[in-house]
């Protein structure tokens, strides 16, 4: 009888390799994806770093060391920076184990969103693992507060995200979007949302050795309530899109996919490390489950088998 592939663990089917510049750092990255054994989890694998050997960084919440810009794991000497797209798109296509090699500190940006991920892995394919896949279900709701903005983990029969933001600019202003996360979902409604950020911010940034690499091919860009891309926006709603892009991808340093739902208002990479911070911290709070109550949508059936926000400045909103 064939395996379960809702319930059973995944990797890619062969290695991926993707090269591009990172958003702060400006300079040339080669990144590789690669397959891993089941129970690996998410490991990144710094090539270059200045101990003169490699240095494995598992992608877990208890290893991040920077959420300031964006979300860095690792030792100083040996980090790894802007993850959080890379992290939703193997979240997003319900991917549970494959090895991150890269010859730099910071995964390349790319166009600002997941797209160029999911494209590079559905190239390759998935491949169904003999090994269950573990879920970390919330048994009781956790809440963190950071100035005027909160986010929270409660009970919930599959992975729902709802996610509000609140700018004082005008081209932004107040969205909402909630999902049931799904490969499909993520395909369609979040992969190909942009980091965003302001002009302002960037000039104050640039003086600082940050956002070297950012343009108008990696982010939105909004000056004086508007939008500079010729293109504009890929949704009405893009921004929301994306932050929520982010908090799949933070939430993925859980080391499993979580059952439950998490809702943020003005929210953002530090709030969401402090979420699954203070799951963690209350083990009444959550427990590992073999396989959630409610099925979810197939990865096998949906993928086939075979910087930064906003870019430009601290996270306010």
Not at 211 to 239: M, Q, T, Y
């Amino acid at each position: 009888m064939a395996r379960n592939t809702v319930t059973a663990q995944t990797t890619i089917a062969d290695t991926v390799r993707i090269v591009g510049i990172g958003v702060h750092s400006g300079q040339e990255v080669s990144l590789t994806l690669q397959p891993a054994d089941a129970d690996t989890g998410i490991v990144f694998v710094r090539t270059e770093a200045d101990r003169g050997r490699d240095v494995e960084i598992p992608a877990v919440w208890h290893n991040v060391s920077a959420t300031d810009l964006c979300t860095m794991v690792g030792p100083k000497d040996a980090s790894v920076a802007t993850i959080e797209h890379l992290m939703a798109a193997l979240r997003g296509l319900a991917i549970d184990n494959v090895v991150v090699e890269l010859d730099g500190g910071e995964v390349p940006v790319m166009d600002g969103s997941s797209d160029a991920f999911v494209e590079a892995i559905d190239q390759v394919g998935l491949v169904t693992q003999m090994a269950r896949r573990r879920w970390i279900k919330v048994l009781k709701p956790v809440r963190v507060e950071l100035g005027n903005g909160w986010a929270e983990l409660r009970p919930h029969d599959g992975q729902r995200y709802e996610v509000t933001i609140d700018f004082p600019d005008r081209v932004i202003g107040r969205q909402s979007i909630g999902i049931d996360l799904s490969p499909r979902v993520f395909r369609e409604q979040v992969a190909r949302a942009r980091t965003f950020g302001f002009v302002k911010d960037l000039e104050k940034l640039l003086p600082m050795g940050l956002c070297r690499g950012s343009s108008l091919e990696n982010s939105v860009a909004i000056k004086d309530d508007r939008i500079l891309n010729p293109e504009g926006l890929r949704w009405v709603d893009e921004f929301v899109r994306h932050k929520l892009l982010d908090a799949i991808g933070d939430l993925a340093l859980s080391g499993a996919p979580i059952l439950g739902l998490y809702r943020s208002y003005r929210g953002g990479h530090r709030m969401n490390f402090l979420t699954l911070k203070a799951l963690f911290a209350d083990p009444t709070a959550w427990t590992l489950v073999d396989a959630p109550s409610r099925a979810t949508a197939s990865p096998a059936a949906e993928i086939g088998l075979g910087m930064v926000a906003p870019a430009y400045g601290p996270e306010v909103a």
